[in-house]
T-cell receptor, first 114, second 114 residues
Framework: AQSVTQLDSQVPVFEEAPVELRCNYS??????LFWYVQYPNQGLQLLLK??????LVKGINGFEAEFNKSQTSFHLRKPSVHISDTAEYFC????????????FGEGTQLTVNP | NAGVTQTPKFQVLKTGQSMTLQCAQD?????MYWYRQDPGMGLRLIYY???????DKGEVPNGYNVSRLNKREFSLRLESAAPSQTSVYFC?????????????FGAGSRLTVL
């Protein structure tokens, strides 16, 4: 079965600084990888996904993530954050052969300070 | 286009009481899911329905039952609520049962069990 670990529970940064949210996964088969974002008092929405092909994936709001198969990682990055990026971010994985059962990481709270 | 609608948004129960969380989607999706979200634990799958007429247990099914009433609706029932079931519950749906699918989430139902 797959598992996901988000290495930082909280990441505080200043506005316009770069940020990286780290995600490692574990699986014995090929996987699909996702980042979802949850703004306060809302449901989750997709930020970006890796299904196949190019290992660098671009998402909404200027975020990107890189799939690294050898290190089993899928870190999320943004070169310059805004106050409005303050939210909780979830990494998630599904195995290619196991249907649509996603496993989520514990979440990383990104707080952007002025 | 409402997407995924959950009711109620908030509920307070006493230990031992029962209640049903309702979920409906208007996107003609085949697969539906119930997750619970707890601080520091991410989202955990309670039950899912890969297609109309089928339901399966997820990671944390104990204390819950589900009904896939029709293609649109998927309800979650707590027969005898316990304080450990205090959580935020999210319903989600996908077009089909593929790991590549993106989940569409409802806004969540916050349940407190006293």
């Amino acid at each position: 079965a797959q598992s996901v670990t988000q290495l930082d529970s909280q990441v505080p940064v200043f506005e316009e600084a770069p940020v990286e949210l780290r995600c490692n996964y574990s699986s014995s088969v090929s996987v699909y990888l996702f980042w979802y974002v949850q703004y306060p008092n809302q449901g989750l929405q997709l930020l970006l996904k890796y299904l196949s092909g190019s290992t660098l994936v671009k998402g909404i709001n200027g975020f990107e993530a890189e799939f690294n198969k050898s290190q089993t990682s899928f870190h999320l990055r943004k070169p310059s954050v805004h106050i409005s990026d303050t939210a909780e971010y979830f990494c998630a994985v599904s195995e290619v052969t196991s249907g649509s059962r996603l496993t989520f990481g514990e979440g990383t709270q990104l707080t952007v300070n002025p | 286009n409402a997407g995924v609608t959950q009711t109620p948004k908030f509920q307070v129960l006493k230990t031992g009481q029962s209640m049903t969380l309702q979920c409906a989607q208007d996107m003609n999706h085949n697969s539906m899911y119930w997750y619970r979200q707890d601080p520091g634990m991410g989202l955990r799958l309670i039950y899912y329905s890969a297609s109309e007429g089928t339901t399966d247990k997820g990671e944390v099914p104990n204390g819950y039952n589900v009904s896939r009433l029709n293609k649109r609706e998927f309800s979650l029932r707590l027969e005898s609520a316990a304080p450990s079931q205090t959580s935020v519950y999210f319903c989600a749906s996908t077009p089909g049962n593929s790991g590549a699918n993106v989940l569409t989430f409802g806004a969540g139902s916050r349940l407190t069990v006293l």
